[in-house]
């Protein structure tokens, strides 16, 4: 069975582009994470999906980022414009329910130049 | 939600066991202690988790202290591919509002 997939696994752009991530959880899992990982630090959630209802997204900084999950099974994030501070890695990460184990996808490395 | 605290860092031989404490002593009773680790350039891996009772998978023990309040997730013969950060986080078992929070977690170096 297919892992979580993201796309791309790296992007580099340089500050004030749009940057677009996406990702295709377990299939089956109603329940979606963006997470951002910055170098040396655990992942920090920005937003959570049960099916496509954006459940936790106090931690998403609105100005700039935005997310999608229309038909409750893949997800978008994007960024605009981009700062040098984005610079990170961005996770996604499924479970079977709210409260269930998650799984990680490889990650998109963006690095804002 | 219950908060968790890791050493930063702690290194094992090769072959031995690897014992990685976590203190949550703020855990509610309805609170799951999960354990993940990430290997450099990966997303996190989930390893194994337990409520009340020690738990055992093919990849690790976890020894849950009677009042919840630490636990210690026990790889029994470590090898170099174990080397990795270790994350210890709760979670609710019930659906809700709920941030998880990884934190710094371990860094655990395997050596020859």
């Known amino acids: 069975e297919a892992g979580v997939v993201q796309s791309p696994r790296y992007k580099i752009i340089e500050k004030k582009q749009p940057v677009a991530f996406w990702c295709n959880p377990i299939?089956?899992?109603?329940?979606l994470y963006w997470y951002l990982q910055n170098l040396g630090q655990g992942p920090e959630l920005l937003i959570r999906?049960?099916?496509?209802?954006?459940?936790?997204d106090s931690q998403l900084p609105k100005d700039r980022f935005s997310a999608e999950r229309l038909k409750g099974v893949d997800s978008t994030l994007k960024i605009q414009p981009a700062e040098l501070g984005d610079s990170a890695v961005y996770l996604c990460?499924?479970?079977?329910?709210?409260?269930?184990?998650?799984?990680f996808g490889p990650g998109t490395r963006l690095t804002v130049l | 939600d219950a908060k968790t605290t890791q050493p930063p860092s702690m290194d094992c031989a090769e072959g031995r066991a690897a014992n990685l404490p976590c203190n949550h002593s703020?855990?509610?009773?309805?609170?799951?202690v999960y354990w993940y680790r990430q290997i450099h350039s990966q997303g996190p891996q989930y390893i194994i988790h337990?409520?009340?009772n020690n738990e055992t998978n093919e990849m690790a023990s976890l020894i849950i202290t009677e009042d919840r309040k630490s636990s210690t997730l026990i790889l029994p013969h470590a090898t170099l591919r174990d080397t990795a950060v270790y994350y210890c986080i709760v979670r609710p078992s019930s659906r809700g509002s709920y941030i998880p929070t990884f934190g710094r977690g371990t860094s655990l170096i395997v050596h020859p």
């Open positions: 299939s089956g899992h109603n329940t």
């Open positions: 999906y049960e099916n496509e209802e954006a459940v936790d």
């Open positions: 703020t855990i509610s009773g309805n609170e799951y």
């Open positions: 990460a499924s479970s079977f329910e709210g409260a269930g184990t998650q799984y």
């Open positions: 337990g409520l009340k």
